[in-house]
């Protein structure tokens, strides 16, 4: 299971690292939407909006579960490239013992606090009782969520990203499976859209811990290993709190931005929302560099090869500026027919269009900020990746958005340049601090291997 990734071509590397994890990403979107498409067939309107907006609360609370797990992944990821087996066996003994911390701490705080959350994001009465059920099953599965993103993060760290792809097929498969049982045989609407979630999650971590005790991981570890070490918890909350801050702003940001769509009206709103979706999976690319980058960055910068740390972040920019160019060129003319085949409604398929045409590019320049957020990441250096996505999303990305749904009323065109905008500021604060950290290794290399 474990896989040395500090040795042979940089870019084989990063492709046969990438393609795993991206197509895990890929799985767990469509795991995610399955839920929604299959309450839809026998369910009304109630039943799906609380689906929507439970499996929203869900989302984020998964992703910043995920970068609060990238702390876990780069701390086993350094110990693993050093060849020093007791301080990998440490990383992953004190992941399980923090996230189990965490896990019952989050699961208690939410189930209280559900019905105040269901308010709180402005739930419509019609779907307020149906968002609460599905919500308080969710939370009842956050400890097997946690495990889950754990699990994935150790395999990662180790430099196997092809066991977590297997664990999403069989969640992905399980939820299909348990959706059309609970929601089509038993007619139990969102509440069983939240047991097939939960149950499938379940499952998964039940098939990636048999894996790990019938594969070898060159690991030994023991019961006497399960104490608390500050110091490798605090290295772990060092690398994934900034992280996981950033990714919970970020969805926070995603949600003002809906807001403001919203006001301007039906069509607007539409529009808007199918541009997300189609953009969530264009992401998957640039989010897959960040894991990538990280996990590979990490082990080559405990063999203290950071020369090839770096090759594999210029690699990782090159492949998404590559793909970023190609999409964004290609949805200039056939950004219609992608807006048109989620509806038949002339005028959302313009306004669509208008806001795809320019959002589109920040697939570009968000593939690059990724990318140099994984190599910071693996650096320990997490809080600049929250610096550039913090002052993206206040100085750019929701003033833009606010002031060009009010000066440009009859398009959509600006809004979605706001968010290119603001990703362009976050590569020049990345472009910088890449710098200012190579001059410093330059000076003080020894400081930049904690």
Not at 2 to 15: A, F, L, N, Q
Not at 147 to 170: C, E, H, Q, T, W
Request: net charge positive.
């Amino acid at each position: 299971m474990e896989k040395d990734w500090t040795s042979g071509s940089v870019c084989k590397s990063i492709i046969y690292f990438s393609l795993p994890y991206l197509l895990s990403y890929f799985l767990q979107t469509l795991y995610g939407m399955a839920d929604l498409f299959i309450v839809g067939q026998f369910n009304g309107v109630d039943s799906i909006t609380a689906v929507s907006i439970g499996s929203q609360v869900m989302h984020m609370l998964t992703v910043m579960i995920v970068g609060l797990a990238m702390g876990s992944t780069v701390t086993i990821g350094k110990a693993v490239g050093a060849k020093e087996q007791k301080q990998a066996v440490a990383a992953i003994s004190n992941t399980v013992i923090l996230f189990l911390g965490i896990s019952a701490v989050i699961t208690v705080l939410l189930l209280c606090f559900a019905k105040g959350i269901v308010s709180l994001i402005s739930t419509p009465p019609e779907a307020g009782p149906d968002t609460i059920t599905y919500l308080t099953i969710c939370f009842m599965g956050i400890p097997f969520i946690v495990a889950y993103n754990i699990i994935s993060s150790v395999f990662r760290g180790l430099g196997d990203s092809k066991s977590p792809m297997y664990f999403v097929v069989v969640a992905c498969m399980a939820n299909i499976g348990l959706d059309y049982l609970f929601i089509g045989g038993f007619g139990l609407g969102a509440a069983g859209a939240a047991l097939g979630t939960v149950l499938s999650q379940t499952l998964s971590v039940v098939v990636a811990l048999a894996a790990i005790l019938r594969r070898k991981t060159g690991l030994t570890v023991k019961k006497d290993y399960f104490k608390p070490q500050a110091g490798v918890i605090r290295e772990i909350l060092k690398i994934g709190i900034p992280v996981a801050l950033q990714d919970g702003f970020i969805q926070i940001a995603f949600i003002i931005i809906t807001v403001i769509a919203n006001q301007r009206g039906l069509n607007d709103a539409a529009a808007v929302g199918i541009v997300e979706k189609f953009i969530s999976f264009v992401f998957l690319v640039p989010s897959t560099m960040l894991s990538t980058v990280s996990a590979l960055s990490a082990q080559n910068i405990g063999a203290g090869k950071h020369e090839r740390a770096a090759l594999t972040l210029r690699y990782a920019v090159l492949i998404s500026v590559g793909f970023g160019l190609l999409v964004s060129v290609a949805m200039q003319f056939i950004g219609r027919a992608v807006v048109g085949a989620f509806t038949d409604d002339s005028q959302v398929i313009m306004l669509g269009n208008q806001y795809l045409c320019s959002y589109i590019w920040d697939c570009m320049f968000a593939g690059i900020h990724f990318s140099f957020s994984g190599y910071f990441c693996a650096y320990g250096m997490s809080g600049i990746s929250f610096l550039h996505n913090f002052l993206s999303i206040v100085l750019v990305r929701i003033p833009g958005v606010y002031l060009a749904s009010k000066l440009f009323a009859d398009t959509l065109f600006p809004m979605g340049m706001a968010a290119t905008t603001g990703s362009l500021l976050s590569v020049i604060i990345c472009a910088v601090a890449f710098l200012w950290m190579k001059h410093n290794r330059a000076r003080q290399p020894v400081h930049l291997r904690c």
